[in-house]
C-alpha cells in the first residue's frame, strides 16, 4: 500500500514561497498510469485541487494557481515537491498530497500551512 507523507514548514510569511515535500513509500512515483496530486483545504471551505505531476513527469495546475505554483519530482528520493509563491493569508489551509490513476485513491495525512506575518 502506497503511503504519502508530507512535510514542510508550519508558518509562512506573506509574499514568501511556501514549499512542501511528499515523501512516497509503498511504490514508485514512475509507476505506469499513476498520477501525484497536491491538495489543499482552507478553514471552513471545501477541498481544492491544486496541480499535480503524472507518472511521466508531465505537469498540469489549476488555472487559479498556475502563475504561483510549480510542482516537480525528485526520482531518486521517490519523492515529491510544491512551491506556491507570493502568498498571502489566503494561502492558509491544510495541504495534501495524493495518488491515483483516474480518480484520487490515497491521500497524505495533510500538513497545516498557516500564512502570517
Known amino acids: 500500500q502506497v503511503q504519502l507523507h508530507e512535510s514542510g514548514p508550519n508558518l509562512v510569511k506573506p509574499s514568501q514561497t511556501l514549499s512542501l515535500i511528499c515523501t512516497v513509500s509503498?511504490?514508485?512515483?514512475?509507476?505506469?498510469?499513476?498520477?501525484w496530486s497536491w491538495v489543499r483545504q482552507p478553514p471552513g471551505k471545501e477541498l481544492e485541487w491544486i496541480g499535480g505531476?503524472?507518472?511521466?513527469?508531465?505537469?498540469y495546475y489549476s488555472p487559479s494557481l498556475k502563475s504561483r505554483t510549480s510542482i516537480s519530482r525528485d526520482t531518486s528520493k521517490n519523492s515529491l515537491t510544491l512551491q506556491l509563491n507570493s502568498v498571502t493569508p489566503e494561502d492558509t489551509a491544510v495541504y495534501y498530497c495524493?495518488?491515483?490513476?483516474?480518480?484520487?485513491?490515497?491521500w497524505g495525512q495533510g500538513t497545516q500551512v498557516t500564512v502570517s506575518s
Open positions: 505531476i503524472g507518472y511521466d513527469g508531465s505537469t
Open positions: 495524493a495518488v491515483g490513476i483516474t480518480q484520487i485513491d490515497v
Open positions: 509503498g511504490g514508485s512515483i514512475t509507476k505506469n498510469g499513476h498520477h
